[in-house]
């Protein structure tokens, strides 16, 4: 797939290419060439410990609609599963149903969090006859499943810590999400004037993993998955007084699927890559960045639907060195400032983001929401003022 080519998801959220360069930062690429051709994100699958109240929850706080459901009552006895969209992103939240399910297992080990980053692929088999060569783990072999809707080809392979890439080839199958769901309405009734989405893709996902392993697994993507390193953040760009890491950026070709990796780095106090390792058990999937072309907007009607977020001190907004930095944007500082929204620029343009404070009881995954303006890094510039912000809210749980 060119850059001239939609997805289906992307066609049916009604996106174009011109909004997707801007959105999540599109670039031209030939698939020819590509090992393990990777069209874009299918879904991100969470396991939860209630499904029914968080696919609520992301209704009604995040603006999203349901559209598919398998549970008890379709002939899945072991978990409820609801399927949501907003634009061309699409999640999955699971929760165990029976008592032996190795869902509630799961969630025992690691709380509310992603299990599945499922990749939409042009050839399952190709791909994972290439994933096996270079060493990966295949957790499912190509297989597949089918109802009156068509044909599905599936396979998965395993990553970071009990993550998993599911690949899907749904080029032959017009149903609602998977063979065993059925499509589901939203019932949310949405006040007069409310956008139809809130947000419109899925920029990129972040994982973390252990102090010296992050390299291994940038060479995992570059070696099984032919990504390509986009950017790498280390020292004193992204350390403060008292915690630091290093990240490092892998991207597919076209920059769909873009998956910064994080670990810890040594410093005087406990990191927040230590603590969401600690309090998750291990590797896993950090926090997830939706794209929006009118964060503003995005922002007031999440905080009106209860979503906190990290506050920004007002001191980030008068530091000259970032006024000059920055230049001029789309909005005054002013309205930023109101909402504790961050502002980056690079030689590629600038862009916008602000993150919420963790979606769960455990303090491990949360939310960015970027807005995108020619750049095509990840904040940068931003990153001590948001580290700051998360040790603040470190401190106030007690575990800086």
């Known amino acids: 797939m060119t850059i001239g080519e939609l997805t289906p998801q992307e066609q049916e959220a009604e996106l174009n290419l011109e909004q997707l360069k801007q959105l999540v930062g599109l670039v031209e690429y030939d698939a020819s060439r590509d090992p393990f051709p990777v069209t874009a994100m299918d879904a991100i699958v969470f396991c939860v410990g209630n499904a029914t109240q968080t696919a609520q929850f992301y209704q009604l706080a995040f603006g999203m609609d349901l559209i598919a459901y398998a549970g008890p009552e379709t002939g899945q006895r072991d978990r409820k599963s609801y399927v949501l969209k907003a634009g061309s992103a699409r999640f999955v939240f699971e929760g165990g149903v029976a008592s032996d399910s190795p869902l509630l297992d799961h969630h025992r080990r690691h709380g509310d969090g992603v299990v599945d980053l499922a990749l939409e692929v042009p050839d399952v088999d190709k791909c994972i006859e290439h994933a096996r060569a270079q ?26 810590g009990e993550t998993r890439h599911t690949l899907i080839d749904r080029s032959k199958y017009s149903g609602p999400y998977l063979p065993g769901f059925v499509a589901r309405t939203t019932v949310v009734t949405r006040p007069e004037g409310h956008p139809k989405r809130l947000f419109q893709a899925i920029d990129h996902c972040v994982g973390n993993v252990e ?32 915690s630091a890491l290093m990240s490092k950026v892998v991207s597919n070709g076209n920059h769909r699927v873009k998956f910064p990796l994080n670990e810890p780095a040594i410093a005087k106090k406990k990191s927040q890559i230590d603590e969401y390792l600690e309090f998750y058990g291990g590797p896993g999937c950090q ?49 930023l400032q109101r909402r504790g929204i961050l502002v980056d620029r690079d030689e590629d343009g600038y862009l916008l983001q602000i993150f919420t404070a963790p979606i769960g009881d455990r303090p491990t995954v949360f939310y960015e929401f970027i807005e995108r303006h020619g750049s095509l890094g990840f904040g940068k510039g931003n990153f001590k003022a948001l580290f700051e912000a998360i040790e603040r809210e470190q401190e106030r749980r007690g575990n800086l």
């Open 135 to 160: 060493g990966a783990t295949i957790l499912e072999e190509p297989n597949d499943v089918s109802d009156e809707h068509g044909t599905v080809r599936r396979a998965a392979i395993a990553t970071y």
């Open 287 to 335: 926090h997830i960045a939706l794209a929006t072309n009118d964060i503003l907007r995005t922002v007031d009607l999440l905080r009106a639907n209860g979503v906190q977020f990290l506050n920004t001190p007002d001191s980030y907004y008068v530091d000259p060195a970032l006024r000059e930095r920055i230049g001029e944007v789309r909005v005054p500082i002013e309205e």
């Open 211 to 242: 102090l010296g392993r992050m390299d291994d697994w940038v060479s995992f993507y570059n070696r099984v998955m032919g990504f390509v390193n986009m950017a790498e953040f280390i020292g004193d760009d992204i350390a403060t007084d008292y």
